[in-house]
T-cell receptor
Framework: GEDVEQSLFLSVREGDSSVINCTYT??????LYWYKQEPGAGLQLLTY?????DMKQDQRLTVLLNKKDKHLSLRIADTQTGDSAIYFC??????????FGKGTTLSVSS | SQTIHQWPATLVQPVGSPLSLECTVE??????LYWYRQAAGRGLQLLFY??????ISSEVPQNLSASRPQDRQFILSSKKLLLSDSGFYLC??????????????????FGNGTRLTVT
C-alpha cells in the first residue's frame, strides 16, 4: 500500500543547512510536496515538485527528487530559529488526495 | 484570493456527545474538500474527501461522517464521540484542472484546524 516515511527529529544550529529526508512507495505519484506546520496551526504548503523533475530551488529551499530510489529531500539553507516546525512530506495518490508522512520535527538552536 | 475557514478552533466534548465541525471555502468554485485528522505522533490521516455536492468518499471506517450540503461547505459530524476521537482536525481544499491529456489536482490548502478533546 501507499506509505511515506520520514525521520521524526532533526536538530541543527542556526546558520547551518538542514536536510529533511523522505521515502515514498507509490511510483505513480505525480507530485510530491513539502508542508510546514508551526505549533497549533494548520499546514502551510512550502513547495512541491513534479515527478519528472530532479530538483527545484526556491530561495532558501532546495528539493531533490530521486525517482529511482523513491527518495525526496528538502534542504533549508541558512536555517533560522523561525524555521523550527514540523515538516511533512506528502505524495499525491491518483488525482484527489495526498498521503502524508508522520512529520519531521526540526529544532533550531541559536 | 481563496480562503478557508474552519471552526471552532478548540472544542472540549464529553464522551457520547454529538459533534459538528464546519469548514467553508471562499474564492473558488467546485473545490475538492478534505477532512484529515492528526493524532499525536501519527501524522495526518485522511478521513473523508468530496469532489462535489453530496459526493463523499470515506477512507477510514469509524463513527464519524461527513456531509457537503453546499458547494463550498464541508461538515464533519458524529452522533456519539469516543475518547479515541480526540485529535487535531484539519479541513483542506484543492481544485482540479483538466487539460487535453490529463487532470491535474492543485496542492492542498489547509485551514487552521480544530483541536478536539473528548473527556
Amino acid at each position: 500500500g501507499e506509505d511515506v516515511e520520514q525521520s521524526l527529529f532533526l536538530s541543527v544550529r542556526e546558520g547551518d543547512s538542514s536536510v529533511i529526508n523522505c521515502t515514498y512507495t507509490d511510483s505513480s505519484s505525480t507530485y510530491l510536496y513539502w508542508y510546514k506546520q508551526e505549533p497549533g496551526a494548520g499546514l502551510q504548503l512550502l513547495t512541491y515538485i513534479f515527478s519528472n523533475m530532479d530538483m527545484k530551488q526556491d530561495q532558501r529551499l532546495t528539493v531533490l527528487l530521486n525517482k529511482k530510489d523513491k527518495h525526496l529531500s528538502l534542504r533549508i539553507a541558512d536555517t533560522q530559529t523561525g524555521d523550527s516546525a514540523i515538516y511533512f512530506c506528502a505524495e499525491s495518490i491518483g488525482w484527489t488526495a495526498l498521503i502524508f508522512g508522520k512529520g519531521t520535527t526540526l529544532s533550531v538552536s541559536s | 484570493s481563496q480562503t478557508i475557514h474552519q471552526w471552532p478552533a478548540t472544542l472540549v466534548q464529553p464522551v457520547g456527545s454529538p459533534l459538528s465541525l464546519e469548514c467553508t471555502v471562499e474564492g473558488t468554485s467546485n473545490p475538492n474538500l478534505y477532512w484529515y485528522r492528526q493524532a499525536a505522533g501519527r501524522g495526518l490521516q485522511l478521513l473523508f474527501y468530496s469532489v462535489g455536492i453530496g459526493q463523499i468518499s470515506s477512507e477510514v471506517p469509524q463513527n464519524l461522517s461527513a456531509s457537503r450540503p453546499q458547494d463550498r461547505q464541508f461538515i464533519l459530524s458524529s452522533k456519539k464521540l469516543l475518547l479515541s476521537d480526540s485529535g487535531f482536525y484539519l479541513c483542506a481544499w484543492s481544485v482540479t484542472s483538466d487539460s487535453f491529456l490529463s487532470s491535474y489536482n492543485s496542492p492542498l490548502h489547509f485551514g487552521n484546524g480544530t483541536r478536539l478533546t473528548v473527556t
